[in-house]
């Protein structure tokens, strides 16, 4: 029985429409509806249907999703990553030697693990969240036609509609019946007029053949099974990542929700066939994977007590050749970039993507910035995209012709960057400013986590939780003690020049947090100039082991400092505190 999916009568007239619902196309429904934006997603998947691709969320992600609000509820249904082991071949070459084992998140991280869950857990958190925010879809529909007007200019109130997009029911069961000024999709085309389109439909996105943007790269000839599973065995280390380098090949367990595992297993090219890699049959497909893995496990034993989702893949490492056309049609995730699951990666990236566009896209649609905006997604995102294919070649050939250890310490080695935590964007958003004034913060970097607390009322509050995905920039002073005189008087100077400003509507996108280094005992939230008197949004540095607290932490100057973070929670500018300083910020947010 076909699924019954509702759609308008007359055409649908959109900010955006977003091609594709997996995890980037999810995420970029969700931001955009949360920023007040009309947007619709469609895809061709009848809804329910089975699949498997990315399963893990690292670090940086989770601070994503936190700031989404949507990580605590993800977190009852996920398994914690902890941990990691390598497994090595024997000198006698049929048997398998446990080397140290390790933390599988060694760099500092306010979640220092992974979180793994079925790639339909990770969709229904994002699709919940997307249309509670107000998010419409289709479902299951394929794209059709894309046509884009030739009168298209720049308009700063983004009044028209100049992309039209023809969509197509995506089964072919005989139709039903209308109702009530809605029609049950039939066999009849439909259209989207939009102002804007984000084409998030996959390695094969059918946005990126229609936009003719090439895929630059190498289709590698590695192939690997893949497998979810609930698996009966002696081998000790299921709930642990494990990287194991047996006589057959590799092997790659991920610890997954309940009792489930995932396997990824490395096959011989031979055993392929055509031009994706796949074997002819699923029941070959199984077969070949589930004997892999029993055999790479030896001498441990292994059964497959249910099996929920199989696959065989190639491994292209592959970036295209551009992310956007005339700056109204953007690709995000797997439709610009493919590479191996070696690292961790997939849905990471993919979701980064979609983040950072999202809040660009709101600002120019509302009128606070020009479209060159857009710009600097492809600009930063590419310039990641690039640095994790150059990645994925290292540690793939880690895994085909090193060690398990080698591919071990190369996690190790660069997990600032599979983490997301060292993610570094350089744009004209990330404007070269006076890092002296916080010397252990870096600019296009996200700001860290520290804990603070506010002067209000003492709650301990976390610092990356005062920037939430509101679309707004934040403003975080840092005036040092300001129990001292010379410090009260540069905050009082910053104040001015901020009030002098106020009938500008930079403040529209901008909150401010003042954050002291003085003695909470001996500090008021009311000591600070009146701008800024809000119990909400004083906090202090508590200093709890002498080490200044976030103040140290940041290298914070003691003659203070600001630093004002963008939308998606990376850092745009430091400046001094001073009336100076302030005209800086203006002038950066009124040049968006």
Not at 108 to 129: D, K, P, Q, V, W
Not at 386 to 396: A, C, V
Not at 542 to 554: A, C, E, L, N, Q
Request: with cysteine; aromatic share 8%.
């Amino acid at each position: 029985m076909r699924p019954s999916v509702k759609i308008p009568a007359s055409a649908v007239e959109t900010d955006v429409l977003v091609i594709g619902a997996g995890p980037s196309g999810l995420l970029a429904a969700l931001a955009l509806a949360r920023l007040g934006i009309r947007v619709h997603f469609v895809e061709r998947r009848a809804p329910g249907s089975q699949y498997g691709n990315a399963d893990g969320l690292q670090p940086r992600t989770l601070e994503i999703w936190k700031n989404y609000d949507i990580l605590d509820g993800f977190s009852l249904h996920a398994a914690y990553v902890h941990a990691m082991v390598a497994y090595e071949q024997s000198a006698d070459g049929i048997g398998l030697v446990r080397t140290t084992p390790s933390r599988n998140v060694v760099v500092s991280a306010r979640y220092g693990f992974e979180m793994a869950a079925s790639i339909s857990t990770i969709e229904a958190t994002l699709r919940n969240a997307a249309e509670e925010a107000g998010a419409d879809f289709f479902q299951p529909v394929a794209p059709a036609s894309l046509d884009i007007s030739d009168q298209d200019t720049e308009d700063s109130r983004e009044k028209v509609y100049p992309i039209k997009v023809l969509l197509r029911p995506h089964f072919s069961e005989e139709p039903t019946s209308l109702s009530q000024g809605t029609r049950t999709m039939d066999d009849k085309d439909f259209a989207v007029h939009a102002k804007y389109v984000i084409g998030a439909d996959g390695a094969h996105s059918w946005v990126r053949r229609h936009l003719s943007i090439q895929m630059h790269g190498d289709q590698t000839e590695h192939v690997w099974g893949v497998i979810d599973a609930i698996v009966d065995t002696n081998f000790p280390d299921c709930r642990f990542k494990c990287i194991i380098q047996s006589s057959t090949g590799a092997l790659i367990i991920i610890p997954r929700e309940g009792e489930m595992v995932r396997i990824y297993v490395q096959l011989p090219s031979a055993g392929a066939t055509g031009p994706k890699g796949s074997f002819e049959t699923p029941e070959s497909t199984r077969a070949k994977i589930l004997k892999h893995i029993v055999d790479g496990l030896a001498p441990y034993r292994i059964e497959f007590k249910e099996v929920f989702w199989h696959t065989i893949f190639s491994v292209p490492q592959k970036v295209a050749s551009s992310y956007s056309l005339r700056d109204r049609i953007f690709i995000v995730g797997d439709a610009c970039h493919t590479h191996s699951p070696g690292a961790g990666q997939g849905a990471n990236a993919s979701m980064g993507d979609s983040h950072n566009l999202a809040w660009k896209l709101a600002y120019v649609l509302r009128g606070w910035a020009s479209r060159s905006l857009l710009d600097t997604y492809e600009q930063e995102r590419r310039t990641y995209a690039q640095e994790l294919i150059d990645f994925d070649k290292q540690i793939m050939d880690k895994l085909h012709g090193g060690t398990a250890e080698d591919y071990q310490s190369m996690l190790h080695k660069r997990n600032m960057f599979t983490s997301g935590i060292g993610i570094r964007y350089q744009s004209r958003l990330t404007s070269l400013g006076s890092e002296l004034c916080a010397r252990h913060l870096d600019i296009g970097e996200r700001l860290p986590p520290s804990l603070l607390v506010r002067l209000g009322d003492w709650h301990p509050t976390e610092l990356q939780d005062l920037v939430p995905a509101d679309g707004l920039f934040k403003l975080f002073i840092f005036p040092s003690d300001i129990l001292l005189a010379t410090q009260n008087e540069r905050l009082t100077e910053f104040a001015i020049s901020l009030v002098q400003c106020g009938e500008n509507n930079i403040f529209q996108r901008m909150s401010i947090y003042i954050i002291v280094d003085s003695p909470k005992e001996k500090v008021h939230w009311k000591d600070v100039p009146h701008p800024f008197q809000c119990w909400r949004s004083v906090f202090v540095s508590d200093i709890m082991d002498g080490s200044r607290g976030v103040y140290g932490k940041f290298g914070i100057s003691h003659t203070g400092s600001t630093v004002l973070v963008r939308p998606d929670g990376y850092i745009s500018m430091i400046t001094e505190l001073s009336g100076t300083g302030f005209g800086r910020i203006a002038t950066f947010l009124q040049g968006l």
